[in-house]
């Protein structure tokens, strides 16, 4: 089994960047495709991003495309999800998901049926 663990989350002030983490116990992120959704209050679980395990593939959300990246460091078991100019409509938990399947596919990787483990989410709160 694979226990997921998001942390960076906090409240920031429109405008400004955020560091968002994904780590693992049980087993290691390195071979596995990871997403990250956010669900924000009254709304339904939205993916933003996906990197692929062996080619490093990315996707992004048409949302927030030129303002967030995603990225891993398979040396020390870690994907991010860097956040610039935050937006408060961005306001919402954020969560890092694993997909046994290596791979992000471009018709599915915002699916959160996709994805075989998940973590408790992180808050992100956009406000002055």
């Known amino acids: 089994q694979m226990q997921i663990v998001e942390s960076g989350g906090g409240l920031v002030q429109p405008g400004g960047s955020l560091r968002l983490s994904c780590a693992a116990s049980?087993?290691?992120?390195?071979?596995?495709?990871i997403g990250w959704f956010r669900q924000a209050p009254g709304k339904e679980r939205e993916g933003v991003s996906c990197?692929?395990?062996?080619?490093?593939?990315?996707y992004y959300a048409d949302s927030v495309k030129g303002r967030f990246t995603i990225s891993r460091n398979d040396g020390k078991h870690m994907v991010y999800l860097d956040i610039k100019n935050l937006k408060p409509e961005d306001t919402a938990v954020y969560y890092c998901?694993?997909?046994?399947?290596?791979?992000?596919?471009?018709?599915?990787?915002?699916?959160?049926?996709?994805?075989?483990?998940w973590g408790q989410g992180t808050q992100v709160m956009v406000s002055s």
């Open positions: 049980g087993r290691i992120l390195d071979y596995y495709a």
């Open positions: 998901a694993a997909d046994e399947d290596a791979y992000c596919e471009k018709n599915n990787y915002y699916r959160w049926d996709e994805y075989d483990y």
């Open positions: 990197i692929s395990s062996a080619n490093d593939d990315t």
